[in-house]
Every structure is written in C-alpha cells, then in structure tokens.
C-alpha cells in the first residue's frame, strides 16, 4: 500500500516563502515521477511541478521563476520551495506519484493548506 503524506504548508505573507515536503511509504518512489498539484476554491485542481525518476523537471508557468522541485531518493521525499508567494497560489496543494506506467495505478496525498495573506 503506497501512502504520501504532505506537510509544511500554512499561512504566509505575499512575498514569502514556504517548503512543503511529501513523503512517500512503499517500494515504488524510485521509479516514479512525482507531482504537486494545487487545487484553490472553486477552481480545478492543476499542476504546479513535477520531477521524474531521473530528475528532469517541469512547472506550471505561473510558478516558473518562483518554486522549485526537488527529491531526496533515499528519504523518499520529494520537495516543493516556494518562493516570492503570491495570493493567487493560495489554494490545496496535492503530492502525487504516478505508478502507470508500472502498474496503472497513481497516487494522492491528503493535500496540505498554503495561504498567502497579509
């Protein structure tokens, strides 16, 4: 059973930063590339960045410049740095891990609360 479990979100100012971590049970984090997706108030949810199994990453254009994704292979961890916040990035952010490409399957966290509010 594959569980991701997100943490580090919480209230910000514009201008800010925060690092939100996502960390992954199960065998199959290597070989997966993994996700942030965000999902704000009556708006569909998006993705922010991802990180494949060997690194190359890919971001949302709004967020290019600003975040940063990153993995820790041996702590089962990826990571989202979150720089220069904004109000518009105020929203659900989601950790996801995509297995299809092994078994059809892909995975969520429970998704962890960023806001940007003076």
């Known amino acids: 059973q594959v569980q991701l479990v997100e943490s580090g979100g919480g209230l910000v100012q514009p201008g800010g930063s925060l690092r939100l971590s996502c960390a992954a049970s199960?065998?199959?984090?290597?070989?997966?590339?993994m996700g942030w997706y965000r999902q704000a108030p009556g708006k569909q949810r998006e993705l922010v960045a991802a990180?494949?199994?060997?690194?190359?990453?890919n971001y949302a254009d709004s967020v290019k410049g600003r975040f940063t994704i990153s993995r820790d292979n041996a702590k089962n961890t990826v990571y989202l740095q979150m720089n220069n916040l904004k109000p518009e990035d105020t929203a659900v952010y989601y950790c996801?891990?995509?297995?299809?490409?092994?078994?059809?399957?892909?995975?969520w966290g429970q998704g962890t609360q960023v806001t940007v509010s003076s």
């Open positions: 996801h891990a995509d297995d299809r490409k092994w078994s059809l399957k892909e995975y």
């Open positions: 199960g065998s199959i984090f290597r070989r997966d590339a």
């Open positions: 990180i494949t199994a060997s690194g190359a990453t």
